[in-house]
């Protein structure tokens, strides 16, 4: 492929899926793995909430090595910065496979210490992911950008499959007749644990270090690389700190120059979207889908959870051959994601008897919904980053902390929403 998505080599874009599906892999293994947690951890109903809070707080990560990337871009390296995400992202995920289910005491209650002490340790490096992948992949023609992404999609999917394939596990708390069956349980137990299950996991980080790598080490690799720098810059060096100066400018000039108002626009209008998107999609909806989902059945929430985090990557690959550039029907895009949202929002707010419960067109339903909001939204993202690419480096890091700006803002909210109001009760 040739013209402004540059020449895209098959073994580059593999590798950069496998790179980019260590950005989340992690923090997304212990979502997959909720619907056992749930019903075999003291917070039980609750973990969810205490995960987006572990999350959210993580996102001092990210703070940190922004402030530091603009003192220094040699003391925040993006490479140095890859490889350290990714080998305590490894050591992290062994140590859950050990330690997952081992409790301890806190303020008189019994908690989860192992699992969420770890869970942050996965969330601080998977949000600073964020600002340091995403930058990274402005070396690379924009070509480069939906294997990313699909890669991203990818951190969602490889857990779900694992999860899949370990079974839902779980309690049930139909609601198929009357309100007297509620709290009956049904039991069913995975078919590997959830040991075993976190052990895979760090298989799967492993295997994206040696992706990232390869991409600093094999030769074709580094050419298209070269070949981006030489071709997007002429007359540059092939130095790193050049080229990042030279993309530098580009994006000042666009808040400087009065000349560049409809750019200055069109960036404001995208990071919005980015926020928005974030704020529900990292934030509210994964704090409130087990009360959506889970009074369906573990088999529902399993569904809605996997083949959510399926579509992520199929609606990258959309954006591929369907790209959109204009921001306007990004947004309109961007409105349709917030209705669905609130769809999934009322359904939990209805919890423990939510409408059609105890039945097969219910559980279809909500399954179907959430997969349409992560649909949705993945294709909106990677039509963002795909526009912001071209500005080079800056807006992609920009992107990133928006993202997480947004996301933490929106686990705010909803925890303050669940905590006070109680608007949401497990069955």
């Not at 705010?412 to 109001?421: D, G, S």
Request: hydrophobic share 45%.
């Amino acid at each position: 492929m040739g013209g402004q998505q540059g020449d895209v080599k098959l073994v580059v874009s593999i590798l950069i899926v496998l790179f980019g599906m260590g950005s989340w892999v992690a923090i997304n293994g212990v979502w997959a793995e909720l619907p056992i947690l749930v019903s075999s951890l003291p917070e039980h109903w609750n973990l969810p909430t205490y995960l987006v809070l572990i999350v959210q707080a993580a996102n001092a990560g990210p703070l940190l090595f922004t402030l530091l990337r603009h003192k220094s871009k040699r003391l925040a390296s993006l490479k140095f910065t890859a490889y350290i995400i990714l080998g305590l992202g490894f050591i992290a995920a062994v140590l859950l496979s050990q330690l997952w289910s081992h409790t301890a005491v806190v303020g008189g209650e019994e908690s989860s210490v192992a699992l969420l002490s770890l869970a942050f340790m996965f969330a601080l490096l998977d949000c600073t992911s964020s600002v340091v992948f995403l930058p990274f992949m402005a070396k690379y023609p924009p070509g480069y950008m939906v294997p990313f992404y699909v890669g991203e999609g990818m951190s969602g999917v490889a857990p779900s499959l694992l999860a899949l394939i370990q079974g839902a596990g779980g309690d049930t708390c139909y609601n198929t007749t009357t309100n007297t069956t509620l709290g009956a349980a049904e039991e069913s137990g995975p078919r590997i644990s959830v040991g075993v299950y976190f052990g895979l996991l760090s298989g799967l980080i492993a295997l994206s270090g040696v992706a990232f790598h390869l991409l600093n080490t094999l030769d074709v690799s580094l050419t298209s690389r070269y070949t981006y720098i030489r071709s997007s810059s002429p007359g540059s060096t092939e130095e790193e700190n050049e080229e990042d100066a030279l993309r530098e400018t580009r994006v000042v000039e666009v808040y400087t120059n009065p000349a560049q108002r409809s750019t200055r626009i069109k960036f404001t209008q995208l990071f919005l979207y980015t926020a928005l998107i974030a704020g529900l999609g990292n934030g509210v909806i994964p704090a409130i889908l087990s009360y959506a989902c889970l009074p369906f059945g573990p088999t529902a929430y399993h569904l809605a959870t996997e083949l959510s985090l399926l579509a992520n990557p199929l609606c990258c690959f959309l954006a591929f051959y369907i790209p959109c550039k204009r921001p306007a029907l990004l947004g309109a895009l961007t409105a349709w994601c917030v209705v669905v949202a609130g769809i999934i929002l009322y359904t939990a707010s209805l919890s423990p008897t939510p409408w059609l419960v105890g039945t097969n067109s219910g559980s279809v339903l909500i399954v179907l919904i959430c997969v349409a909001w992560t649909g949705s939204t993945s294709y909106v993202k990677v039509n963002v980053a795909s526009i912001l690419q071209r500005y080079g480096e800056n807006p992609l890091l920009y992107c990133g902390v928006v993202t997480q700006l947004g996301s933490c803002v929106g686990a705010v909210v909803i925890f303050l929403v669940n905590k006070y109001a109680q608007s949401f009760t497990p069955c």
